[in-house]
């Protein structure tokens, strides 16, 4: 019994240091490295810069003509249009409020003098032309950096409107071209299905002469029906394709109910290769015309911020 005290303690020393020792945990190294830029496509080299009439590489003159069309008779690029020169009228007019202002004022009318007052002679009693002259010249210092925030303001403003003008024009020129290569892809189909309802119909004509000689039954014929029948129908979806994608352009060109019947068939070459970079660089969305018009108003409200503040410590 006293043996049995003296080495319980013992055991369970050993038992406890095992499960300590097994419950050990390694060293292990850390996961987290650092990602090149090259990998992000962060790289130094430029990107390749796109036309700005992209879609003429398509080489299709009808497809220029429809851009064309679009973006001359379209009322929101008129209106962005618009607000680019309202912005430069704003910029020039706080540009000039930072200069010198020189006015000159010039009066003249033809009075007699009195000749009762203090007018000396011969000009007492005279009739003679009287005028005067005066001028004026004012400078903003801008000693607290009011009119220069305005102008930093204003020059952002017009910023943002020409990258309204630049994603309005991209936008629409999208949408004529996403259109008319719809348009295309409802002809190829419609290609498809008149071929296919030839190929039916002398399936037909040979099912039938095969019913006559007995070698067929009329769930051969039943059979080749029903396929000519779904060959029509795929037929006449693709027409209305074809006039929902014309009517779709008229829209967009802004133009009447006669202008789909000057669109003819499509000469798309599909094999036109557009520049595109060999990494898309990870800050390609800040590329885009309405982010950048967004960050331009963005500081454009930050420069009107300043100018509040500095007109109120100037006062």
Do not use: H
Not at 222 to 228: D, E, K, P
Request: charged fraction near 15%; glycine fraction near 6%; hydrophobic fraction near 50%.
């Amino acid at each position: 019994m006293r043996i049995c005290l003296a080495l319980a303690p013992v055991a369970m020393t050993v038992t406890v240091a095992g499960l300590l020792a097994g419950c050990a945990i390694p060293a292990s190294k850390g996961i987290v490295e650092p990602v090149s830029t090259t990998v992000l496509g962060l790289s130094t080299d430029a990107a390749p810069v796109i036309a700005a009439d992209w879609w003429r590489g398509f080489g299709d003159p009808q497809l220029d003509r429809l851009v064309s069309d679009a973006v001359a008779g379209n009322p929101s690029l008129d209106a962005a249009l618009a607000r680019v020169a309202q912005a430069q009228a704003v910029l020039s007019t706080n540009r000039a409020e930072n200069g010198p202002d020189v006015t000159l004022d010039a009066q003249e009318q033809y009075a007699r003098l009195s000749g009762r007052y203090t007018i000396p002679p011969p000009f007492a009693g005279s009739t003679r032309f009287v005028g005067t002259v005066a001028a004026n010249l004012s400078w903003n210092l801008d000693l607290f950096g009011r009119q220069k925030a305005a102008i930093a303001g204003a020059r952002a403003s017009v910023l943002a409107a020409a990258l309204d003008v630049a994603a309005a024009r991209l936008a629409l020129s999208g949408a004529v071209v996403q259109t008319y290569i719809d348009l295309e892809r409802a002809e190829a189909q419609a290609g498809i299905a008149t071929r296919t309802i030839a190929t039916r119909e002398n399936t037909l004509r040979l099912v039938n002469v095969r019913i006559r000689n007995k070698l067929g039954s009329k769930l051969d014929a039943q059979a080749a029906t029903t396929l000519l029948a779904q060959a029509r129908q795929a037929l006449v979806r693709a027409q209305a394709a074809q006039v929902l994608a014309k009517n779709a352009l008229a829209a967009l060109a802004g133009r009447g109910v006669d202008y789909p019947a000057t669109i003819g068939a499509t000469a798309l070459k599909l094999d036109a290769v557009l520049p595109l970079p060999s990494t898309v660089p990870a800050d390609l969305l800040a590329r885009r015309a309405d982010i950048g018009a967004a960050q331009a108003r963005i500081e454009a409200a930050a420069a009107g911020r300043q100018v509040a503040r500095r007109a109120f410590i100037q006062t």
